[in-house]
Structures are given as C-alpha cells and as structure tokens.
C-alpha cells in the first residue's frame, strides 16, 4: 500500500487526529481508492461509503470517539469510521471469518457505539445514549448518522418526534445521496441555513423572544404573533426544512456532501446548540469511482469484482429471486388481482420486471415493513392477491401485522421470505434463521419450503391458488434447478428413501446437505417442502416404522420445523433435531456457517450413522 502516503501513518484515531485539514482532499481519494480495493477482494457494501468519505472525515475531525457516540444508520456508511478508527489492516479480513465485520460493532471496537444492520435505528439509539449521558452526569455528544432511504422507516418518524420534545442537544445528519436539489433553491437554502446557524442570530432571537414575552399582558400574545408571523414567512421561502422544524429541530442545509471545509463547519456550529439539529448532507452514491457512480444500485451491496472494470468475479447462476420475480410476472399476465409490495428492495427481491409490466399493481413503500404488510392485509380484503416480497431478517419487523392484521382474519396474503436462513458474509444483523419459528407461532398460515428453482416456482403458483394466509422462504444465491415436470401438492412431501429404522427429514437448501449424508446409507429420508400442512400419510408411517427421526433445517432448531413436528411423532421415537443454536452466527461463508451448526453434509452423515 506504497501508495497510500497519508492513509498508511493512519493506525489509531490518534493518528488522523495529527493529519492537517489541508490533506484532507488527498486523503479522501486515497480512503476511495483503499475502499475499491479492499471490496475488490471479498465484496460489500461499495456505493454508499464511497459517498459517504468527506462526511465521516469531518465527522472525527469535530467529534472525538469513544467520548462522543457517532451512530451509523444500518451501518452501510461505516466503511471509512472503521479505517480512521484504527482497523484499515484489518480490512484484508473483511466480511470473512474471524475478520472484520462488514457492519459496526461494539465488540469490535469501542469506538462502534451501536450495532447495526437493519434500518431506521440509529436516532432511537442515539437519544437512549443521550440520555444515558444526562442521567449518569456524562460529557460527549451523539450524533445519529442516517441516510434518507433510512429516514423513511415509521421508527425514524417516532424517534423525532421523541428527540424534538426533549430539547436535548441531539444532532442527525441525513446523508442524502438521491434527492436532486435545483441551484436557486440550494443556494437560498443555503443562504438561509448560514444566517440562521450563526451565533449572534441565535441570540438575537432568543432575546427578542424574552423580551417581548416579559412585556405585561400583552407580551406572550405579541411573542405568539410574531412567532406565527416568522414561521409563515419561513415556510414560504424554506419549504424543504418545515417539517423538521415543526418536529422542533434546527435545521441546517442542504450542505454539499464532498466539501469537508463546509462540512466541519457546521457540525461545528451544530454541535454547540443546546437542543435538538439536524443537517442536511447532499452527497453523490459511489463518487470516485464510476462503475458505482453509474450503477449505485449494483454496487450497493456486491461481491469480489475486478476494480478496473467492475465485473463480478464470479460468473452467478440465475438467482432464486428472479426466479421468484419472473413467475410471478408470469401469473399475473393470467390474474389481474396479483399484485407485489416491497420494502425498498424491489431489485433485490426480483420485483423489478413486475415493477417494468404491471406499474400499476406494484407497490414500493419504502423502508416500511410494518405497513407494507397491513396495506396488503387491507389489499387482501378488497379482493386482490398481493405478494409481499421482503427478507427474512426485515420480515422480522411486521410480525404483529402478519399475525394480527393477516393471520388472525385469514388473509390471502403471500409472504416472500427471500434470503431465508444462513446468508454467509453480511453476518448476524441478516441472518434469516428466525421466519419459521415467528411464523409458526401464528394461526392460519401455510409454509411452503422449495428445494429447487422449480419447485419454488410452482409453489408460488399454488400458494395464490389457495384462499389464506402463507408463506413460502427460499435461500440467498441460486437453488439447484431441479425438475420441470415434478408436481407439487398442497402439504405433500416427497419421500426420497423408503420409511425405515431410521429417518431424516430435512428442509429447503440443506436438504441437499442431508440427500448427500445419506448417500449410501440404508436411511428412510425425507424432504419436507411443507411445514404446514405437513404430510399427515407420511408422518403416520415414519411413526409405524422409525425408531429415530432425525431433523435437518437452517432455522431455529429449538423453534423451528423440528420443534413444530416433534409434537405429532409417537413418544417412543427418538427425536434429534440438527439446526442453528440460539449461539449468535457471524459472518462467514455460508459453507462455514453450516459447519458451526453442525448441518454440513459430513456432520449430518456422523449423527446418522451414530444411530442406525
């Protein structure tokens, strides 16, 4: 990293604190081309911290870590904290076991104060941590770093509401990196951000407010008036700040996102107010380096690539998501009433042909899972099919309104539960191990778990024929294709080795996993493609002949399909279940991931042959 001459002196937080703000432009692109190569190598989350470099440079040059807490939104900006924070040797290890992680963490250095990964947390956590501070006597600042995709989430709009009546000095940045602002509008804004930000007319203000309000009888009315007279004004001519105001922050910007000078001396002016601000940062996703300029989406979150071109290393197999994405569009050409909702993520769920057909049956809400999830149970009972297409470790987040608002009143509501299980390198905050125990605890819902792409394309297709609630969760990456002309019934499973001594029943992708521990070995074996309905013939002969079940699933083993099916075997069986433990898993191939709960193909095989 020859190089690199201003980031190689950087080992510690200290040292970039030595670094004159002059070299900061220098340093910039040296953190630019240190994050294209470091992602190069084992993938992440590219676009968003290119962006997002001059803001969290400036960031540590006003603000002191630990003392001062900065909280990153998600966490897909923390890119350039970590290296200034004294982990850029690390980032050889990035996303891989042991290694660096690819989202803050507390664990991993004391200057992450809060572990991230899903969206719109980041001002919650940083009033609770402001006023830990107040409670305990303590010093420091807390500034919630969030990117306005973020903001969108109904939890970010609760926690202003909380921090602006608080009065308590609470600073968010909102990292804008799509909004498109005019150069009049900019620049009056800007203008108005820099007059009402300065000191004197803070003061000023706030003894004209004084004055007027110690004035007997009429003081409090005339202050009201003139209150009311200075916001119509104001709103008038800064109608992109009003709503913050009315939340009661001070707000300040819009602030060019790349000019560090600008940058420092704002948060300066903002970290001197006695109440709640927030400021406004315009930034460009995937500046500095033009294939995630130009393609920001593809570079949020990609794997190894070569840095010259931007080519993904690896040649992928068609996703299981756009096999999701293309039969639904499919079906809808034959069903007007399908339609498809996602949270923010319609290229990641394989909506986006949906979304290119059928405009009009497709529903983007944001970062809001909570009412993507009641908006389809009110769809569902106006008499349309919707689909909700979200991942599994986000669908966590709408579980009252599955259970409440779909499965309670039996809903044809088809949830999408994509990355369903162990993901590999995002790590613990993404894992979608969770879904079958949360679903499975509610009423009415059917849960389908295809092992190959064509059996999750027919699912789909069965599960909008049916009048109720289900669910159908499928991995990260590509299922085997599997074949064409299999037929798929309603809570059928498929018995893959005759009913003996000893049974395996296993689901979804680590069915392979348990197909090829068994290979060879005289072992009844099971593949489970639903949960419920299960298959009432094929239990009730495993429980005529199995001395020993053995279950195989990539969820919550204490929770999960194990768990649910254990209760209808005969007492004398056996039971093993082979699955996650509560035991946090972190980022690591999905491969090692496997091997740490003991559901590889190899540990499989071992607990079989322990009990044929």
Known sequence: MEEYHILNKINSIEDFKKIDKKDYPALADELRSFLVSAVSEHGGHLASNLGAVELVIALHHVFSTPKDKIVFDVGHQSYVHKILTGRREAFKTLRTKGGLGGFPKRRESEHDSFDTGHSSTSISAALGMLRAKKLLGEEGSVVAVIGDGAMTGGMSFEALNDAGQSKLPLLVILNDNEMSISGNVGALSNYFSKVRTSKRYLLFKRNIENFLSSIPKIGRPLANWVYRLKNRIKYFLLPKNIWFEAMGFTYLGPIDGHDTEALIAVLKQASAFKWPALVHVVSKKGKGYMPAQLNPERFHGIGPFDKETGAEKSKKA???????????????????????????????TGLSAFEHRFPERFFDVGIAEQHAVTMAAGMAAGGLRPV?????????????????????????????????????????????????????????????????????????????????????????????????????????????????????????????????????????????????????????????????????????????????????????????????????????????????????????????????
């Open 318 to 348: 068609r996703s299981n998501s756009a096999v999701f994405g293309d039969a639904l569009v499919r079906l809808a050409e034959n069903d007007n009433r399908i339609a498809a909702i996602t949270a923010a993520m319609s290229n990641g």
């Open 388 to 612: 909700v297409a979200i991942y599994s470790t986000f669908m966590q987040r709408a579980y009252d309104q599955a259970l409440h608002d779909v499965c309670l009143q039996s809903l044809p509501v088809l949830f999408a539960l994509d990355r369903a299980g162990l993901v590999g390198e995002d790590g613990e905050t993404h894992q979608g191990v969770y879904d079958m125990a949360y679903m499975l605890t509610m009423p009415n819902i059917a849960i389908a778990v295809p092992t190959t792409q064509c059996e999750l394309e027919k699912m789909i297709e069965l599960l909008l024929s049916i009048d109720m609630p289900a669910a159908i969760r499928y991995p990260r990456g590509a299922l085997p294709i599997g074949d064409p002309h299999k037929q798929i019934e309603f809570g059928k499973w498929d018995v893959i080795n005759p009913i003996s001594d000893v049974v395996v029943i296993a689901s979804g992708r680590v069915a392979e996993n348990a197909k090829n521990a068994c290979e060879g070995l005289n072992v009844g074996l099971v593949n489970a493609l639903f949960i419920r309905p299960f298959d009432e013939a094929v239990m009730a002969e495993i429980n005529k002949k199995a001395r020993c079940v053995i279950t195989v699933e990539d969820g919550i083993r204490t929770l999960g399909m194990g768990a649910y099916l254990s209760s209808h075997f005969k007492e004398n069986i056996k039971l093993i279940n082979l699955g996650v433990t509560e035991k946090i898993v972190e980022h690591a191939t999905v491969a090692q991931q496997d091997e740490q709960c003991s559901i590889s193909a190899c540990q499989i095989r071992k607990v079989v042959e322990e009990n044929l």
